[in-house]
Each structure stands twice: as C-alpha cells, then as structure tokens.
C-alpha cells in the first residue's frame, strides 16, 4: 500500500486501487482525510474510511422499476452492490462514460453502494481550517448532502454526507425528490 | 415504573455485547423449554439445568452491572434451589411465577440491546417468587422421586467422547438408546443381540453397556443401553427397535453436550474461549466454568454464522468460476481439435471435471454445516401451547416429533412464524373445551401433534389436532356471504375444494373472534409467505375428528432451481416451481378480448403478460417476444413473453441491498456464468392475488 498525504498524489486510476481504510490512526482530530471525485466540473469529497474501493466501470444490471438515479446492480467478487449514477443523483446531466470514469465503492447505512463518478483525482488530507461549515454555504434542499465546503489553495472542493446523499434521510430524500421533478419537467 | 425510555448504561463493549445476547437468548431459551417440562415431570437432571441457566444469567447480568436483571434471576434461583432441596413442589402456581419471571427477563435482556430502560415492574414479581418460599417445606415431597427412565447414566461412553463428537461434526446425531427386555422373556440375551444388530443397521454404534463382547455372545441380560451415532430420526429407531419380540420399553433421546461423559478434565485446553466469566457471579454458589447449556465439547466449536455466509459466498463464486472453466475449455478444444496441442485441452476437461466435484462437494458440506436441526424451533412450542391453552380454557397436549430434521437455517428463520400460528389455531379453534369433548365422548384432553420430516429436497412439517375439524358448509356459506366465491362457484365445489377457501383472503370461520388467534387475517397470509418461500401448505379435515396443516419448504432458501430466461437484455430467474410449460409465440393461440390479450391453452385462458414491462421496464422492445412462460402462484396462471428461453439452472439467491429494498416483482439477483447478474423473478407478486402484502422478500435474509 501506498503512503498517501497530503503532498502526494498517487494515481487512484489503477484497477481495483483498494483504498485502505486503516489510516484512522493516522489522521489526527484536525484534519479530514478524504477522496477526492469529480462530477462535470465541481469536485466532491467522501470520509476516506466510508470508501472501500475504487473500481473501473464494469458491467451493471438495469433494475427495471428502480428509482432512475439507480444505474443497477454489480458482481463485486460474488457481491451484490447496488450502483447510484452520481450525475443522474445530483441533477446534472447525462454526458457519455469516458475511461476515467469510475465506481466508488462505499459503506453507508445502507449497506455497500457503488457510485459512478466522472473521475477520481486524489486522496487527500484537508486542515480543519479549510473547511467551512455547511451555513457558509448557500445551502438549498437539493444540496441538503453538502456537509461542509474546503476551501484548497486553488480549487474548492464539497464534502459529501454519504447517506444524506443516497437519500437515506428522509427530509433529504424528499427534498432531492423534489429538485429532480423540478428537473425532470425542465428536461 | 417512571424510569420507562431512560438511557441505561451496561459495562460491557460490543463483542462482549454480541456474547452476552447470544449466551443470555441461549439461557432463556433453555428457561422457555425446561420449565413447561417441570409441571410434567420435575426430575433432578431438569432441575439442575433450569437451575444452572438461572445461576448463568444472573452471573452475566451482574457481572455487566444490570442490577434489575441480576436481583430478579437472584430470586427465581431462590425458587429453584427450594425445589431442588424438595422443600418446594412445582405446582401450576409456581411455574406461573417462574414463567412470569421469564417473560421480565427477556425484556431486561433485550434492554442490554436497546440501551434503554424498558420501564418494566419487576418488583411485584420478585415479591411472588418470594412468596411462595414462605409456603416451602409445607408441601414438600416426601421421599423424592428416584431417576426417571431418561436421566439413565451413559458414562459408560466416556471413552468413545472424540468419536462422539466427530460424529457430531460429521452432522449425524448421537443419540442414547436405552431398551428394556421384558422380564418373562426366555430369551433376553438373544434380544438384547437383536437390538444390538438393528443398532448397527441404524449408524455407528459407538459405546454400549454391557460391552458388545458380551451382548454377541448371547450374555446380557434384560437391559441394554448404547450411544448410536445415526442420520436416522429418533423416532424411527424407536418404532424399529420397538418392533423386536419382547421388548418392554425404549428411551432414546439425543445426547447432550453437558452429560456426566463429557465431564473431564483434560478438555480443558480444547475448550474454546468462555462465553463469559462467571466468577462474577455473587450468589451464594460456586462459581461455573463455562456457559454449561450448550458448552460447545472438545471437538466443536461455536461459529460465527455470518462466517458461514461468508464461505456459502466464496463456494458460490467457486461455482461460478468452474461455469466459465468449463466455457474456456470448450473454446480451447474448439481451437485446438486436431492439433498436436489437442491433449492439452483434454487435460484441462479433466482438471474442470475434478474441480467441479470438489466444488460440489465442498458446497454440499458447507451446506450441511449451516444445517440445524429443527429442534429449536419445535423446543418453543410447549410454552405457546401452554399459554393459549389457559387463555381459552382448554386441556391439551403437545405431541412433537422429529425434532433431529436439519434443515438450513435460512429456513428455520422463516418458518417459525406460520408454524406457530397454525399451531395457537389448532388450540384456539381445533381443540373443544373440555365438557364439549367430555359430552363427545373423547378424552378432556386434546392432543396436538407437530411432526417434522424430510423427504427429497424438501422438509414437511405437519400440525395435527384431534379436535372439532373443520365446518365445510360454515366455509361454503361463509365464502358466499363475503364475496369470496360466487355462489354457483360454492356449490359446485367439492369439499376438498371448500376447505382451501380457508386460506382466502378475509375469511374466519371462528365463532367468535378471540385474542388469541385473532381475526381471518392469518391463514391467507400464512400461505402467502410460506409460498413465496418455494413451498406449499395443505390442509385435509374430518368433520370431528381434528384437522391436519401440512407445510412444505424447500431445505435451504440459499439455491433454487430456475428457468433462465432473457427479455429486453436482461436475464431473469423464474423459479422452477411456478412454471408450468415454455411455448414458442409462433403458433401460440393468442386472442384479444376486450384490449387485454389471452393465451387460450387447453382448457385454460391466461392473461398474457409481457416480462420486462411488467416489472416496469420502460425502454423500448428491440425485438418481438418469441417464447411464452406458462407460470403459475395459488391456482392463477399467467403467460409471460420473453425474447428467449435460455435453460435451467441452479441459482445461488442474492438479496438486492438494503438501498434497493424489495421490489415488486422481482426476488433477488444472481450471478450469471459470465460473471455478470440476473434478476430473480418472484412469481407469486407478478402473478398477483395474496402475498403483495407480504411484508419483506425472504430472500433478502440469505445472501
């Protein structure tokens, strides 16, 4: 396993890159460590130890029925995960999958998801001192799972919260809904 | 008490958590069982144990600082050490008590769990146990019954104790046999050779007393006893042995892990790591070595279950891999026929073949390692039938047998909940009270029989009353007056017809609705689940004589057999049971009749329903369906279209994920040849009619 810290960028591109996810001790209170993804042209971030693994695209089963930001279901070595199309979930559009696109395994409350993602760019170590709380954000309910932002020498990048996200949380759930019927009639 | 929602804090982490629940359920459970015997037959070796679990808990809850829970255990060990001293006889009153204290302990138990105070009144129970201490002595036995015929000693077998529990591991069950030789025989050592005999036709015969030296030469005299390694049911070799001339009695009971043979000392350094210490305990006894209820002896161990699914995972990809060996093979052999190279491929057939018995067989035992036996399940049921029979005021008893039927535990998890509401409806409704069966001419007393059983691929459970049976013409007129059957429909039914209206929606043919059984909602919903489950439940019925339920389950819920098919690109698993025959389109007598299409075959008329859409897929059909799939669920048949038939196939059931949930329609996914997933269909939700409601797919519980 490769060290990871804050000044080094290892390549997050290689097949099955497992991230490990014994670095807690490692991490002090002051800092966050996290993956950092990109979806069109923001970057977003998740809790590295929510994260098992990153994997290339690989075949997935359409659910018929299925909420539409449910991409399907994947054989993750002989485990069923559920994969969450990433764009369709936060309302941006469609674009064509590349080969940097990938899925990012996490846990959340729901058990193991995949989530697809335009690219992975790097793991990272954020100084709490970068990182605004979420009331510094123009806050909206479509992006009620923006928990915080960093604020990174050049770029800004948003923290996740994962299951916020995946609508686990029912204010969330209903709030996200609601953005996605908005853009579903603009489409 | 006010305390009710309060946060409760226990010393304990949560690995210790996990023990101290599985080994406090473990305790209780034996409490559940025990103390229903105890008014039947209260013998030393019962005593004992209801005694030590008693003695456990309260060393466990002390020990984690659930003062409630110890005080409370602190008083039923009172109890129980006066009845062990004889001062104390167990009246229906004391087992009341004894029960009462059961029920609080497994709220305190739970609140361990939960973290919250349950506000549960503990005092005035205590108060009751109390009490009855004062009254001790009174009615105290006099002399004391001597051992019954089942606490006979097995020491005898202490130097077969690996081989036991080898046999164990080896999933047969060590069962102690004990026969008696009718004292006027004039043959007793002859008969006590053919017992031996049918003992060795039985299974392994691992210890007997006298030694077998003796019992083949013809020397032994009216007794026999021996432990019998066998697959065969307890009852079996009970009627088998029964049936020899002259004998008089047969126990045979299986043997426990905590009889006096598996007592020595040098197990020590074999024993797996103490559930927890129980030198904690502040009673007046000395301290306990181990959890002894169901100590796991040397050779055994106690295995995380989640570690089982683990390996049951791994053996599936196994499985999978081999598929796409045996693909790889055959594309080698194709490129290589004829070539110098040719051999090699035929190697490689060979290698696939061999892996893949490996591969079967380590499935299979993997399989039988998840297996339990049905005792567990059967163990609950004394205590229901004691308490719904005092609800409603009748007399009755539980007959339980084949309790050694394994069946995987993916299973036994599901079928407890139909089982036992077929078996408080054969009290509540089936039993008479008893004038009603005075008047009739039967014994006040009811039986109820519950026999468990395998046959093929399937485990049968049977729930058999001798009570009123049921009423044909109350369910004809009954399904007619709710609008469940037409009336022609009614009385042109046959009375085997009619008695399978009891599982419609809505209908109860209960006088009167009682607390215990409830409404009409139950039977309909009971079939649905058991059915959704791949099984079936029949019910036959004789007017007076008692009703008989018989359920139907596959043995493990983890593979099914299906039927593959492929419809607008994906493949879907329809389970083998609801399908009922495939047919090309071309040729298919399909009609339009009022804008719905129907598929006249034979005699029959089935709605035509398109697969993919019909579980909601939106995209458009690139191609016309070309197959059709006759399925079937609770007498309704459908013809699915579907682009092709692929084959059959056994398929390894994988739950969808919490985020996805149960989906109408669809049961489950499975993992395909090439590594890719299918989706298993549930047919009884897309055939429709009863299980919609059915709270959660079952096989979301397995993989």
Not at chain 2, 472 to 496: M, N, T, W, Y
Request: proline share 5%; charged share 25%.
């Amino acid at each position: 396993m490769r060290a990871v810290g804050s000044g080094e960028r290892p390549n997050l591109a290689n097949w099955r890159e497992t991230v490990s996810a014994r670095t807690t001790a490692e991490t002090s209170a002051a800092e966050e460590h996290v993956v950092i993804f990109r979806l069109d042209k923001e970057l977003y971030a998740i809790d590295i130890h929510s994260v098992q693994e990153i994997v290339r695209l690989q075949p997935i089963t359409a659910i018929p029925g299925s909420d539409p930001w449910v991409e399907g279901i994947t054989n993750l070595r002989g485990r069923v995960v559920p994969v969450v199309d990433l764009r369709r979930r936060c309302g941006i559009p469609e674009s064509e999958h590349t080969p940097e696109t990938r899925i990012v395994v996490v846990h959340c409350s729901a058990g193991t998801v995949g989530l697809i993602v335009d690219a992975v760019s790097e793991v990272l170590r954020i100084p709490a001192s970068a990182i605004e709380p979420p009331n510094a954000l123009s806050q909206s309910a479509a992006n009620a799972y923006l928990r915080a932002v960093a604020k990174l020498p050049d770029r800004l990048v948003s923290l996740v919260n994962l299951d916020a996200l995946l609508g686990l949380d029912d204010a969330t759930a209903k709030a996200v809904e609601e953005a996605q019927d908005a853009l579903d009639a603009a489409a | 008490m006010a305390e009710a929602g309060k946060r409760l804090e226990f010393e304990l982490d949560d690995e210790d958590l996990k023990l101290f629940s599985e080994e406090a359920a473990e305790q209780i459970e034996v409490l559940d069982v025990a103390l229903v015997q105890l008014e039947a037959d209260a013998d030393d070796e019962l005593l004992q144990r209801i005694f030590r679990a008693a003695h456990t808990l309260k060393g466990s809850s002390a020990a984690i600082g659930h003062k409630k829970m110890a005080s409370l255990t602190h008083a039923m060990e009172s109890v129980l050490d006066a009845m062990r001293q004889r001062r104390l006889r167990p009246t229906s009153e004391v087992v009341d008590a004894l029960l009462a204290a059961l029920d609080a302990l497994r709220v305190l138990a739970n609140e361990v769990v939960t973290r919250v105070d349950s506000g549960i009144e503990t005092q005035s129970i205590e108060e009751d146990l109390l009490a009855l201490l004062e009254h001790a002595g009174e009615n105290a036995e006099q002399g004391g019954s001597g051992p019954s015929a089942t606490a006979a000693d097995f020491s005898f077998a202490v130097a077969a104790r690996s081989e036991i529990a080898a046999q164990r591991a080896a999933g047969k069950s060590v069962l102690a046999v004990a026969v008696r030789i009718r004292e006027d025989s004039p043959l007793p050592g002859i008969r006590c050779f053919q017992v031996l005999q049918e003992l060795d036709g039985a299974g392994a015969v691992l210890a007997t007393e006298p030694a077998r030296q003796v019992i083949e030469s013809g020397e032994a005299d009216y007794a026999v006893r021996a432990v019998v390694a066998s697959t065969m049911p307890a009852s079996q070799l009970q009627a088998v042995l029964a049936d020899i001339s002259e004998v008089a009695e047969v126990d045979i009971r299986e043997l426990t892990d905590d009889e006096p043979l598996a007592a020595p000392v040098q197990a020590a350094s074999n024993e797996p790591r103490p559930i927890r210490p129980l030198s904690a305990a502040n009673g007046s006894e000395p301290p306990q070595t181990a959890g002894p209820a169901k100590r796991a002896g040397a050779g055994s161990i106690r295995i995380d279950v989640e570690r089982l699914d683990g390996l049951m995972n791994l053996v599936g990809e196994l499985v999978i891999d081999r598929a796409r060996l045996l693909r790889i093979k055959d594309q080698l052999a194709a490129v290589l026929a004829g070539s110098e190279l040719a051999e090699l491929a035929e190697n490689l057939e060979e290698t696939t073949a061999h892996l893949g018995r490996i591969t079967d067989e380590l499935q299979d035992a993997i399989m039988r390692t998840r297996m339990l036996p049905i005792r567990s399940v059967l163990t609950r049921l004394p205590r229901i039938v004691r308490d719904v029979a005092t609800r409603s005021g009748k007399k009755v008893d539980l007959v339980t047998a084949g309790e050694e039927t394994e069946l995987d535990r993916s299973v036994i998890e599901v079928i407890t909940d139909p089982l036992v509401h077929i078996l408080r409806n054969a009290v509540d409704h089936g039993i008479e009270p008893p004038e009603e069966r005075r008047r009739l001419g039967k014994p006040e007393t009811g039986t109820v029989t519950v026999t468990a059983w395998n046959q093929e691929a399937s485990i049968y459970i049977s729930v058999k009353d001798d009570g009123r049976g049921l009423d044909i013409e109350a369910i004809r007129a009954k399904a007619v007056e709710r609008g469940l059957v037409s009336a022609d429909a009614a009385a042109a039914a046959s009375p085997d017809e009619v008695l399978q209206y009891i599982f419609l929606p809505g209908l109860s043919t209960a006088k009167q609705v009682s607390d215990v059984s409830g409404r009409g909602v139950g039977l309909d919903i009971v079939r649905a689940n058991i059915e959704r489950l791949n099984g079936s439940v029949s019910v036959h019925s004789e007017r007076g004589k008692g009703t008989e339920f018989v359920i139907q389950l596959p043995l493990t819920l983890a593979t099914t057999k299906a039927l593959m098919v492929m419809a607008r690109g994906i493949v879907y698993a329809i389970p083998l049971v609801s399908v009922t025959e495939t047919l090309p389109v071309r040729g298919a007598d399909i009609h339009s009749v009022g804008g719905r299409r129907l598929l006249r075959l034979r005699d029959a008329l089935l709605p035509v329903i398109e697969l993919a859409a019909a579980l909601g897929d939106r995209r458009p059909a690139e191609t016309e369906p070309a197959y059709i799939v006759a399925a079937q669920h609770a007498g309704r048949q459908v013809a699915l279209l579907v682009d092709h038939v692929l084959g059959e196939q056994d398929v390894v059931v994988k739950s969808l994920g919490e985020l996805l949930g149960a989906r109408p329609g669809i049961g489950g996914a499975t993992i395909l040849g090439d590594g890719t997933l299918g989706l298993i269909v549930d047919t009884p939700s897309l055939v429709g009619g009863a299980g919609r409601e059915g709270r959660d797919i079952p096989y979301a519980r397995v993989a």
